[in-house]
């Protein structure tokens, strides 16, 4: 066994979803939380128990995915750069990193790319040549379809290849904890390596927004917001040509849409500009987080000693046994040799007073030498007993304490299911609540659509009314006047005949 102070520290990064802890897990038999549905799961750093692989002490360090469902990449990458100055400061350095990619994904994505990136940033070229690229995920009946995906990403300058042709290395994961520990090892033997990162922030002295890494998550904000702002443009024109057509519904979505794309962008530039305020907040957060995590982890190691102690101890106490054993044999062998020249003596025809008196001495000897025996004898068995007993106490306090560590897994592990379970329901509750109120809303949409349509019809039915009276009151007139002329007209011509007549 090796030294604690001959340690190991192995960081493992990658997207959210591509197998970082269960990775751990399978290599160090540790027990971290693995994410299951399509949320992610490690909100913070965490570290793997400690264990041994080819005499050096090994622990792996966890750390959020790029892309995560919770939280925005600034915030994952402050949190990573936060826990790597804050060790760095403390003296520990990292032997390597892990990079997981998932093969069974189809395509790298702009957003996986982009990721990439800024780990790449966050490294440095001096780091990569500790740096292995690990695939996973993949299927056994797809064998050939990940050699293709695996030899595209290595020689493609879009993806690995420019790190690859620096000193990194691309190696495939099988899922078993013999791949996991052949390429852990293909690390412990590496010299300790600093992250430009960490070099920037704590020898240089440089503030987040100032290092590599910094500049590429500006660059890469500043793109998406270009994006937004170009959606946006769109958005404004699209809600233009709904006001000409006074598509009243289309202009209703589509203000939503801007009013959201502004939201968006006002966040991006508030994220640029807090970005060293975010920084210095987390890294003063993840102090409390690292004693933890390195008190915890010094009680493993202690575990481990006294583990090696005990079982140092044991062999010492076999070793002692063994020579004890050996001795015994070795002085039995030398009474068998006292017997054996007894009637040798007398066949050489010596005094027999003589022949008695040495006799007489062997006799006396031999029994000496027999109780001398009985009594080590008497006192080995004590002895024994007593580390017999000692032995079976430290079994039971071993295996007691692991009873109890077990039970606190499982009772952790239950009430972690049962916190999915309860956030499962939450969540099919919110969605059959906002199913119900877009249904509410559909139905409000609707009979507003329908009053709408009867107060329209309505209009065009009193129009239509005043339109006819409006008719029928000029036909009346006309009526009128046509017989006020055929009045007149009579009565002219009555006239005339009447002052004819007389």
């Known amino acids: 066994m090796s030294s604690p102070g001959n340690e190991v520290r192995i960081a493992v990064m990658g997207v959210t979803g591509s197998g970082k802890t269960t990775f751990i897990n399978c290599a160090s038999e540790s027990d971290l939380l693995v ?3 399509l949320e992610s799961c490690t909100v913070d750093v965490q570290m793997s128990k400690p264990f041994y692989l080819d005499q050096r002490m090994v622990t792996l360090i966890d750390t959020p995915g790029f892309d995560d469902t919770n939280r925005k990449e600034r915030d994952i990458l402050t949190h990573i750069s936060a826990y790597l100055a804050n060790t760095y400061e403390q003296g520990i350095k990292l032997t390597g990193i892990i990079y997981m990619h998932r093969i ?3 395509r790298m994505t702009g957003t996986s790319r982009r990721n990439f990136r800024l780990f790449r940033e966050l490294c440095g070229k001096d780091a990569f040549k500790n740096i292995l690229i690990v695939t996973n995920m993949g299927k056994d009946d797809e064998l050939e379809v990940c050699n293709e995906r695996e030899r ?3 020689t493609d300058d879009k993806y690995y290849k420019p790190m690859l042709d620096e000193g990194a290395r691309m190696v495939r994961h099988d899922g078993t904890p013999d791949s996991a520990k052949a390429i852990i090892s293909q690390l412990i033997n590496k010299g300790e390596v ?5 070099r920037e922030i704590v020898d240089e002295h440089k503030e987040f927004s100032g290092t590599a890494v910094g500049k590429e998550l500006t660059r890469v904000l500043k793109e998406q917001a270009e994006e937004y702002d170009t959606e946006l443009r769109e958005l404004r024109a699209s809600l ?6 006074k598509d009243e519904q289309q202009r209703r979505v589509g203000q939503d849409d801007l009013e959201k794309k502004r939201g968006e962008i006002e966040g991006i530039k508030s994220r640029i500009e807090n970005m060293e305020q975010t920084f210095k907040t987390e890294k003063t957060r993840l102090l ?6 390195e008190a915890e982890k010094l009680m493993h190691v202690e575990h481990i000693r006294v583990l090696e102690e005990q079982q140092k101890a044991r062999l010492e106490q076999r070793k002692e046994e063994r020579l004890l054993f050996q001795q015994q044999i070795f002085s039995a062998m030398q009474e068998s040799s006292w017997m054996v020249e007894t009637p040798l003596i007398l066949q050489r025809g010596e005094p027999t007073t003589a022949v008695h008196e040495r006799r007489l001495k062997f006799g006396e000897e031999l029994r000496r030498e027999r109780k001398r025996r009985q009594v080590e004898e008497t006192l080995w068995w004590g002895q024994t007993l007593l580390q017999v007993r000692r032995w079976a106490a430290e079994m039971f306090i071993q295996v007691y304490g692991e009873l109890v560590c077990t039970m606190l897994a499982i009772r952790k592990a239950r009430m972690a299911k049962r916190l999915r379970k309860v956030t499962e329901a939450l969540e099919r509750l919110q969605a059959e609540v906002d199913r119900q109120k877009e249904e509410i809303e559909q139905l409000v949409k609707r009979r507003d659509q329908t009053e709408e349509e009867e107060l329209r019809r309505e209009r065009e039915r009193r129009i239509g009314l005043e ?7 000029l ?3 006309a009526r009128i006047r046509t017989g006020i002329w055929i009045f007149h007209t009579l009565t002219a011509m009555m006239t005339v005949v009447l002052i004819i007549w007389s």
Do not use: N, P, W, Y
């Open 35 to 37: 994410g299951k549905g």
């Open 104 to 106: 069974s994904d189809t």
């Open 152 to 154: 595209e990403l290595a």
């Open 194 to 198: 600093t992250l430009v990162g960490q």
């Open 240 to 245: 233009e040509d709904s006001a000409r057509d």
């Open 288 to 293: 409390a987080i690292i004693a933890a995590m």
């Open 467 to 473: 339109q006819a009276r409006k008719s029928g009151a």
């Open 475 to 477: 036909e009346d007139s």
